[in-house]
């Protein structure tokens, strides 16, 4: 980012210390990235002061702020979503288990940065899970597993209209496979195939509008990138859990992908008219790979030295940093998930193999990542991609 203009600071992570460095560099529009900003109300104090930012409303942040919020909205606006129970302690969630059979999905109610989700399988399994998310809060939403095919669904809305992205898919567990605890993603690909146009329109029809209607009704509009995360079910699209701002990796391989009109309709959601705005897209699909600290999701290690990122870049990669610091002129780990390794190609199969070539030339001890990001959707459309490859 250092290459593309300055980056400050604040003096704290407060509405009032980033309205501050807007206001001393004469910011003409403000963009939100992470969830915390949005829920301690970022976009309110921007909006007071006569700021356009993009990114929603303290309240409409609550969406992705509690899961309990969230899922009364779905059901009040009559949007598709998994069985349910809401539970206020440990001991209400315990009792609620004899209502549903496993696998099981438990989730903490508050923000828990893509770790407060847990499936189990078992009785055992369960109790152990709520001891662990009770040290996140003492709501607990315990939710009907699901069958079906993920999907990340990414609209950027102007409180009554939404423009919707191309849909990804995230990669949550650690490991390959699916397998291992969850983490805040560790990888996503984008591909113009993920749903077919019509189910682009259900999405909308059925999940995204009826949000936004809803939103309006409690005295709420929805601004900024609503993100649902879907499950593709037998019977239709249901919601797995609302975000509200782009999603982190689905963001690196969405954006490697659009050409042009990003800042313009930036700027129109922002002034609450989207109407005329559109993304220019590459057709080519993208791929971004994860590469964690060793110790990820539970216990990250920081400072051990990145080697490679030139290596990397110069395959025609763009490494996006995250938990990265220089110490001197070193880079060094800072975080749990250390780097986002994007690339793109002219099919998915080929887009798969430019990224992984890219994060070959990366190297940090103990460094993790995935090795099938992308893979579900290679096993979908083999032979398409064969044909094209």
Not at 112 to 136: D, Y
Not at 267 to 282: C, I, S, T, V
Not at 348 to 372: C, S, T
Request: with cysteine.
């Amino acid at each position: 980012m250092q290459t593309l203009g300055p980056c400050v600071l604040p003096q704290a992570a407060t509405p009032e210390a980033y309205l501050a460095v807007a206001a001393a560099y004469e910011v003409d529009l403000t963009v939100v990235g992470p969830e915390a900003p949005l829920v301690s109300g970022v976009s309110d104090a921007f909006l007071s002061a006569g700021k356009k930012i993009v990114g929603p409303s303290q309240a409409a942040a609550q969406l992705e702020a509690s899961k309990h919020f969230a899922k009364q909205v779905m059901i009040d606006a009559g949007i598709p979503t998994a069985r349910y129970r809401a539970t206020t302690s440990i001991e209400e969630a315990r009792a609620a288990l004899t209502h549903f059979e496993y696998p099981l999905v438990l989730k903490a109610d508050g923000l828990a940065a893509g770790k407060g989700v847990i499936i189990v399988h078992t009785r055992a399994e369960a109790e152990q899970a709520l001891n662990a998310l009770g040290s996140l809060g003492p709501k607990i939403l315990l939710e009907e597993f699901l069958v079906g095919e993920e999907a990340s669904f990414i609209a950027l809305c102007d409180g009554h209209r939404a423009l919707p992205l191309e849909a990804s898919q995230d990669h949550k567990t650690i490991f390959d496979g699916d397998t291992g605890p969850n983490t805040g993603g560790m990888g996503a690909y984008c591909d113009g195939r993920v749903l077919a146009p019509e189910q682009t329109r259900q999405v909308l029809a059925a999940v995204i509008q009826p949000t936004l209607d809803h939103m309006r009704r409690l005295g709420s509009p929805f601004t900024g990138f609503l993100y649902a995360g879907l499950m593709m079910t037998a019977s239709g699209p249901k919601v797995l859990e609302f975000n509200v701002r782009l999603g982190d990796p689905e963001t690196q391989s969405l954006l490697h992908r659009i050409r042009g009109g990003f800042a313009e309709s930036l700027r129109a959601a922002a002034h609450g008219d989207l109407r005329g705005a559109a993304f220019d897209w590459n057709p080519n699909p993208s791929v971004c790979v994860v590469m964690a600290a060793a110790g990820y999701p539970d216990k990250p290690r920081t400072g051990d030295t990145i080697h490679g990122i030139a290596a990397a870049e110069q395959t025609g990669a763009v490494v996006f940093q995250a938990g990265t610091r220089l110490n001197g002129n070193t880079l060094q780990t800072a975080g749990g998930r250390v780097l986002g390794v994007t690339a793109s190609g002219e099919t998915l199969q080929a887009a798969i193999r430019n990224v992984y070539a890219a994060v070959g030339e990366i190297e940090f001890h103990g460094m993790q990542f995935r090795n099938d990001i992308g893979a579900k959707g290679l096993k979908r459309w083999s032979r398409i991609d064969t044909v094209g490859t």
